[in-house]
């Protein structure tokens, strides 16, 4: 059995000693033959624009109370009772290992990065480079210094590249303090993660649900539906979300994407089960996704 190169820590129900997984789902991996039935086969994919323009936002410096600002994909500004947090940053103009090879953005940030108001925190949900990009994390930390939370293992990916990254980490359920008013609570997800083909599940994967003087909100991360069951127990552990930032993009086809992202019908029921007051939609429309 190979070693887990990111994480140490003994077998749960979620992490076999070696690799996390999601209990009681069906497995994600994919193996060279779906990739290619994925690619090769059936209807042909849209095709992708080359660019789309955007009115980049010129956020304040501070909000008093809860405001959102979409930046593109998995990335958005929360503005939150006087603290700036970003979520699963990405700058870069590809969400890949490589500067010239892989996925490119078709629309610019929604917030130029040298407009970025002073970032606190940032949360990550999981390593999938178009959610973990290394380097928008080292221009945020030499530009911000910020606190960085995420799930187990990513913060060996994240201080391999940030060395003086500051980062707080948690299993599933924790609760991790972010300041003194606002904390973070890592929630289950119907997912996985990689950075190369040996490391297939080596870094859990989460969202997060936040609790701030000014509101709560819940940053959902890429998540599959399956039986809904992480939803109804997330609602019945945690507080009601006055907004849910929900993915509905790169669900198609269903037989290889069900498993690890939902589509908008899902993202509906989620929306229902948890009775979040508002809802964002998330994870589509900048690049094509893990």
Known sequence: MPRNRYYQGPPSDHFDGTRFFNPGQQPVDRGLGDMLRWKLGGAAAARWPASVPVVQARPDARVDGLRVTMVGHATLLIQVAGVNILTDPVWSVRASPFASVGPKRVTAPGIAFDDLPPIDIVLLSHCHYDHLDVATLRRLQAAHAPLMAMPLGN????????????????DWWDRLPLSPEIATTLTPAYHWGNRWPTDVRMALWSGHHLSTPAGTLWFVGDTGYEDGRIFAEIAARLPKP????????????????????????????????????????IHWGDVPAD
Request: proline share 9%; charged share 20%.
């Open 242 to 281: 006055d907004i849910a930032l929900i993915p509905i993009g790169a669900y198609e086809p269903r037989w290889f994407m069900a498993p690890q992202h939902v589509n908008p019908a899902e993202a509906v029921r989620i929306l229902d089960t948890v009775g979040a007051t508002r809802a964002l939609g």
């Open 155 to 170: 913060d060996t990916i994240v201080r391999a590249a940030v060395p003086d990254a500051r980062c707080v980490v948690g």
